[in-house]
């Protein structure tokens, strides 16, 4: 899951910046895995990410393919993977995406084409303004109807739901600490999760498992 640039790609990425290209062309530029998205017609790399988001993102990872193998309803994909939720919208990577086996044609090789059900941005010191600003309202307006957003620093979740009126609604966790997907039918995570120490997965599949008892 690295997103070290090599050398080729700086160079590619002096070669472009600054210049327009379209989406499809920049589809075929950037094909190897560069933390790269498209906005406005333009490449704009991503800044580097921090050790508290890349821990948080390889756990959630572990976390909704461990609900996933006992739930078959649908795919993930993670970053560098784009997302294109719209003609006129950028081409975002999000962190982590789930898409609803109902969706599953719009997975092409190297980017959905059209939204996610469900995205996830880990929020970094850089990418906060971005996150919270820009994304939040073109995968409001794109179409995307789950939006998480968690900042490991500040220790935040923010859980939002794309409402009938194509507007997002932030969602609070329960006297429990707990959030319930919407687009993950059957899925809830505690907030406290997110923080590390993460749990260990089997005491997340035996909390599952508890509950289900109930």
């Keep these: 899951m690295s ?8 160079t590619r990425d002096a070669q472009f910046a600054g210049h327009r290209m379209t989406y499809r062309n920049f589809l075929a530029q950037y094909d190897d895995g560069s933390h790269v998205e498209w906005v406005n017609g333009e490449v704009v790399e991503m800044p ?9 993102e390889v756990f959630l990872l572990h976390l909704f393919s461990e609900f996933l193998e006992g739930h078959a309803i649908g795919e993930l994909r993670h970053d560098p993977y784009n997302m294109k939720t719209g003609p006129d919208l950028p081409g975002r990577a ?5 898409v609803a086996t109902k ?3 719009r997975l092409k090789k190297s980017h959905l084409q059209g939204p996610a059900d469900l995205a996830v941005e880990i929020v970094s010191p850089r990418s906060g303004g971005v ?5 939040y309202y073109e995968y409001e307006r794109g179409g995307v109807l789950e939006y998480w957003l968690i900042d490991p620093q500040r220790k ?4 939002h739901q794309r409402s009938k009126r194509g507007r997002y609604q932030l969602i609070p966790v329960d006297a429990d600490g707990i959030y319930r997907s919407r687009m993950m039918p059957g ?21 599952w498992a508890d509950s289900e008892a109930d």
């Design 131 to 135: 996150d919270r600003g820009d994304k």
């Design 187 to 207: 899925l809830w995570v505690k907030e406290l999760w997110f923080w590390y120490p993460f749990p260990a997965m089997a005491t997340v599949r035996r909390e």
């Design 156 to 159: 935040t979740a923010e859980f």
């Design 3 to 10: 997103r070290t640039a090599t050398p080729s790609s700086l």
């Design 48 to 56: 580097p990410i921090s050790s508290d988001h890349d821990r948080l």
């Design 103 to 105: 969706n599953l044609k």
């Design 94 to 98: 999000p962190d982590i995406l789930f």
